[in-house]
């Protein structure tokens, strides 16, 4: 049985120690004969790399692990690399989310103002990253969930057009699926998803049971629309240990009650429900003060404590049950014991294991549209089904949307189109048309005022705009 080296970058990440661990739970379905965690953050990786050494040691024969700061060391001879950077690291998201507040929009992470902010930074180091990775594993796929991804894809797309095996994702969709499913009975695995939009901006139009084929999407929107307390209940069940999420999808059911034809990506409510999302938060208080509070804090405190103890086996931090449960069903058996997103790293193992194994699963994944939607432009990256296996990516048909979604699609197209051009012409004119076009700013007086604080403050960390006359 072939073996596989992995390298995981932005390994100080929050998100990694959950992937670690459902690496030990995949061992049949990926097996590894390498891990390596590489940041450029040394301090910040420093205990998750701890804990990896205990966790690995314990409960992964033979494979090799290691975290490093080096790129030759890795990157070299790898054939997979999970990207995770998060640019700038979490001061800047600090950044992203607080100032839009200043002038009265939205600030979040990978939306509106924050999330062009976001795309400014991560688009050089995406694509250096990139380089890098192809110095020393030309081979290797890369898959790629960093944030912004539909930027970071708008723009990989066009310095390397022709990396089979670099694929952009994202694990939201695979949520919203976790989430409605429960409603007729399915898990994840047992259906084929048929999704279009933008990432952080797309909508459902068939859930296919993979055993009848029958397309359960319909008969789980006339559940929410007929019995939506009954959805209510079963949502709060599920995220009533995340009070974020929890109302997230409150306020996700009401979308879909409002538009009850699709289902849509919870990230449409910050486009569709703009003032319901400003009052979420304040200049003093946003999503990443809470996730300071609550995942990070978590983590930190998790892999430090095991770190110390040097040990999980026989501990309150043993796994092994999961583990032995993994041994039939990896999806249905995972379950995380950090920082709860489950998603996020089940998906990255299922994907890669549709590769190895050659399966062609269905995933959800962003390729250039070239006819795919032919009355949207053809050069959108759009977040599409497509199968995947040895052979790359093969989308699958959408045929054209609706007038609606067309609307808000194109104009989300041309912000991020345009936000890419000014990072790669370091054009301030077309920085500021991608920030006045975009739906949650709206205003180019308003547009003006925070490029200038967020020009500020970031410095270095963007590219230096250029203005005319």
Request: charged share 25%.
């Amino acid at each position: 049985m072939k073996k596989y080296s992995l390298v995981i970058c932005g390994g100080g990440s929050t998100y990694t120690p959950d992937l670690m661990e459902l690496l030990c739970y995949a061992q049949k379905e990926f097996p590894l004969k390498k891990i390596v965690l590489y940041d450029t953050d040394a301090e910040r990786q420093e205990p998750i790399g701890k804990y990896g050494e205990v966790l690995f040691r314990e409960y992964y024969e033979n494979v090799e692990f290691y975290y490093t700061t080096d790129k030759k060391s890795a990157f070299q001879d790898m054939d997979f690399a999970f990207v995770q950077i998060r640019a700038g690291g979490l001061a800047a998201r600090n950044m992203d989310e607080k100032i839009p507040y200043r002038y009265g929009c939205i600030g979040q992470e990978t939306c509106g103002a924050g999330g062009l902010a976001y795309g400014i930074r991560s688009v050089p180091q995406m694509i250096q990253l990139i380089r890098d990775i192809r110095e020393y594993a030309p081979d290797a796929w890369i898959i790629n969930y960093s944030n912004p991804a539909a930027i970071v894809a708008e723009a990989t797309k066009r310095v390397f057009p022709d990396d089979k095996k670099l694929i952009n994702i994202c694990d939201m969709p695979t949520q919203i699926m976790d989430s409605y499913l429960p409603l007729v009975g399915k898990k994840r695995w047992q259906v084929e998803p048929r999704y279009f939009g933008l990432n952080h901006y797309g909508w459902f139009t068939g859930l296919i049971d993979k055993e009848t084929g029958e397309n359960l999407l319909p008969e789980i929107l006339r559940i929410c629309t007929e019995t939506p307390d009954k959805v209510r209940r079963m949502l709060a069940e599920m995220y009533g240990r995340d009070p974020h999420w929890g109302g997230t999808f409150q306020e996700h059911l009401d979308m879909i009650l409002d538009y009850p034809y699709s289902l849509p990506s919870t990230y449409c409510l910050y486009y569709l429900y703009p003032d319901k999302c400003l009052a979420h938060y304040n200049e003093h208080f946003t999503r990443y003060d809470e996730v300071m509070r609550g995942r990070g804090s978590n983590v930190n405190s998790y892999c430090s404590s095991i770190a110390k103890l040097g040990k999980m086996k026989g501990t309150e931090y043993d796994i092994g049950a999961h583990i032995n449960a993994a041994a039939g069903n990896i999806a249905e058996a995972s379950s995380s014991t950090i920082a709860y997103n489950d998603v996020h790293a089940a998906y990255l193992i299922e994907l890669a294991t549709s590769i190895i194994n050659n399966r062609n699963d269905i995933c959800l994944v962003m390729v250039q549209n070239n006819g795919l939607a032919p009355n949207l432009d053809p050069g959108m990256m759009l977040e599409a089904a497509c199968r995947i296996g040895r052979q790359g990516v093969e989308p699958i048909q959408i045929g054209e949307v609706p007038s609606f979604e067309k609307g808000l699609l194109e104009n989300q197209y041309a912000c991020e189109k345009l936000l890419v051009d000014a990072i790669f012409e370091h054009s301030y004119q077309k920085l500021l048309q991608a920030f006045a076009v975009n739906r949650i700013i709206c205003d180019t007086d308003r547009a003006k005022k925070i490029l200038e604080d967020m020009i500020k403050e970031n410095g270095s960390l963007w590219v230096e705009f250029e203005r005319q006359g």
